[in-house]
């Protein structure tokens, strides 16, 4: 069984996984640099509990981390992430294998009236960075993205060239952004076509070496 599992696991692609190439041709450096770029095979974990019951308590044991409690909020801990989604709804995104994380969330809200659920599949993680992020996602998103309103540690649902995702500061010229995997890659072929406005005239039509 083991084996079995190690073998699907090989055979797993990602939602990008053909457009690797093209991702990493598209990167533009110099002064006005962006790349996007995907973190294949995150895991992600729905959470549905009240916020102010015992199994909420015994889910932050688990992660580490308190359960964000208002909008826009993440919190972290170690390789978890949890991002607010509603005032009884969150998402999990955790460097964690999820057959490890979602049986340990399950277990400890076993019999409790609270939901677990892995959504890893659901979702794929796109990353934005460099010093032209902010600019290209203004370019489709109707949230404002002045550090004034939206900065690092915030996380909230929004859409972007009219696709529904999760857009997440992580830093303050660095994006994550969580659209469903049926439209990775419209979002990232948007993204990319975006980039390319800040190429330098000297870096060859704006794709890097």
């Known amino acids: 069984m083991a084996e079995l599992t190690h073998s699907l696991i090989g055979m797993r692609r990602s939602p990008l996984a053909g457009m690797a190439r093209d991702l990493m041709d598209n990167a533009v450096t110099g002064e006005r640099n962006v790349r996007v770029s995907e973190w294949r095979f995150t895991t992600m974990v729905g959470l549905r509990v009240d916020p102010a019951s015992p199994a909420a308590a015994d889910l932050e044991k688990v992660l580490g981390t308190t359960l964000p409690r208002n ?5 972290s801990h170690g390789q978890h992430s949890v991002l607010w989604l509603g005032p009884d709804e969150w998402l999990v995104v955790s460097q964690t294998s999820a057959d490890d994380l ?17 959504v890893s599949a659901n979702r794929t993680v796109l990353e934005l960075r460099g010093a032209s992020a902010r600019a290209v996602l203004q370019k489709g998103c109707p949230l404002d993205l002045h550090p004034r309103s939206f900065g690092p540690g915030q996380a909230v649902s929004t859409t972007l060239a009219r696709i529904p995702l999760v857009l997440w500061q992580v830093g303050p010229d660095s994006y994550r952004l969580l659209p469903r995997a049926s439209f990775a890659e419209y979002v ?22």
Not at 102 to 118: E, N, Q, W, Y
Not at 188 to 209: I, K, N, V, Y
Request: no cysteine; glycine share 10%; proline share 2%.
């Open 188 to 209: 990232a072929r948007w993204l990319l076509d975006a980039t390319q406005e800040f190429a330098s005239a000297f870096q060859d039509g704006g794709r890097s070496e």
């Open 102 to 118: 979602v049986p340990a969330l399950a277990a400890s809200v076993a019999g409790a009236h609270a939901a677990v659920v892995d």
């Open 71 to 75: 909008s826009g909020e993440v919190s």
